[in-house]
């Protein structure tokens, strides 16, 4: 448990490789095949520009949000990612603790090394959401479903983008399997995912997912169903014609689809076609105050991030996680405080620009 001294947070990815074991830390930091769209995904942002405001007359920038019914100090939330016992032994209850601690909000992995009620009970009544990685065993996804209701969860995030493994190298270089089990695995028929890797594990989830499963969970469920992995306008609208009351647009941090766009690059278009019917969460790339406002800019109610998060668990547990938020907050105050923008909301009314520099 220690407080980090964060210069900024692509330099904590090096600090981390430095203590996570080589399999877990090429499971966390890769990408898929030669890892294009994970480089794209950060260097997108310069694709926008922010426009500065000086005679604004604006101080001291207000950071709190309030998206799906719940008052959050900070649009920054923590992704789903699974496994974070590979970083720290205490894993998603540490994680729980630190975003907690700034009054953020997290979202579970379906493939924790906590139990969603372990984790629920870290957070001690701070929001979490719950991600579901849909199986084919029905029973399995209605104990889960269940299970998050009981544990105060406040939305089920739906993840459509991983049907299959993306073509992760790291993981095939390492032979990496999961050395600790899935706390929510255990009463899983197929086995709680220790000794298996990604894709073996992928392969006893769905291998198909269409707009019929959404319905079915969303009718389940009473908790909201945000759908995750959404990179076209199309999808966004099919999702929320099945009953989608959220899309998150992400792909899964570059580890997954290869060749696709960076996340950030079809945010507005998906932003505009949704057109405020449901809140919009955003990820993949995000390590800079400047690309939370410009996401936030381009049409994110929320703006999601995994990597930064799991290397503070890493280096500092809890307090190491709470410094990432603090780091990348006090960075975003900055930026609002110089573009003028008071609030979250004045954020989401800011302009970009879109000049095409040549480097
Ligand atoms: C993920 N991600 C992910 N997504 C999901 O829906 N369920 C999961 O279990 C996981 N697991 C996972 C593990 C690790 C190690 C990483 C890095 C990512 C994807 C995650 O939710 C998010 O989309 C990305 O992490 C965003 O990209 P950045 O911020 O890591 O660049």
Do not use: C
């Amino acid at each position: 448990e220690k407080k980090l001294d964060i210069l900024n947070l692509p330099a904590l990815e090096d600090e981390a490789k430095k203590i996570i074991p080589t399999g877990g830390y090429g499971y966390i930091f890769g990408g898929s095949e030669d890892d294009w769209t994970l480089r794209q995904n950060t260097k997108a942002f310069e694709h926008a520009q922010i426009v500065p405001k000086a005679l604004s007359d604006i101080e001291s920038p207000d950071l709190s949000t309030n998206v799906f019914g719940l008052d959050l100090k900070t649009p920054v939330m923590m992704a789903p990612t699974a496994a974070q016992g590979l970083a720290h032994a205490k894993g998603e209850a540490d994680t729980a603790r630190g975003v907690a601690a700034v009054g953020g909000l997290m979202a579970q992995s379906t493939y924790s090394s906590t139990s969603i009620a372990d984790t629920a009970a870290a957070g001690n009544g701070a929001p979490q959401f719950f991600q579901l990685y849909m199986s084919k065993d029905w029973s399995f996804n209605e104990s889960l479903l269940d299970e998050a209701k009981k544990a105060g969860v406040k939305a089920i995030i739906l993840t459509v983008d991983a049907t299959v493994d993306g073509y992760r190298e790291q993981d095939i270089i390492n032979n990496f399997q999961f050395p600790i089990p899935m706390a929510n695995l255990t009463k899983f028929s197929e086995g709680d995912g220790k000794g298996k890797g990604i894709g073996e594990i992928y392969a006893s989830a769905a291998q198909k997912i269409g707009p019929d499963d959404v319905r079915r969970i969303a009718e389940y469920t009473d908790l909201p169903v945000i759908v995750k992995g959404i990179q076209s306008p199309e999808d966004a609208l099919r999702a929320i014609g099945a009953g989608a009351a959220g899309i998150y647009v992400s792909n899964h941090g570059g580890r997954q689809l290869n060749g696709g766009p960076a996340s950030f690059d079809v945010l507005e278009s998906i932003a505009k076609a949704v057109n405020h019917q449901v809140p919009i969460i955003f990820d993949s790339g995000v390590r800079r105050g400047s690309h939370v406002f410009k996401a936030l800019a381009a049409g994110a109610d929320l703006v999601a991030f995994g990597r930064p998060v799991i290397y503070g668990l890493a280096l500092g547990g809890a307090e190491g996680v709470q410094s990432v938020f603090e780091h990348i907050d006090h960075e975003l105050e900055i930026i609002m405080q110089l573009a003028g923008t008071k609030t979250i909301e004045d954020v989401k009314h800011a302009p970009l620009l879109h000049i095409n520099y040549a480097d």
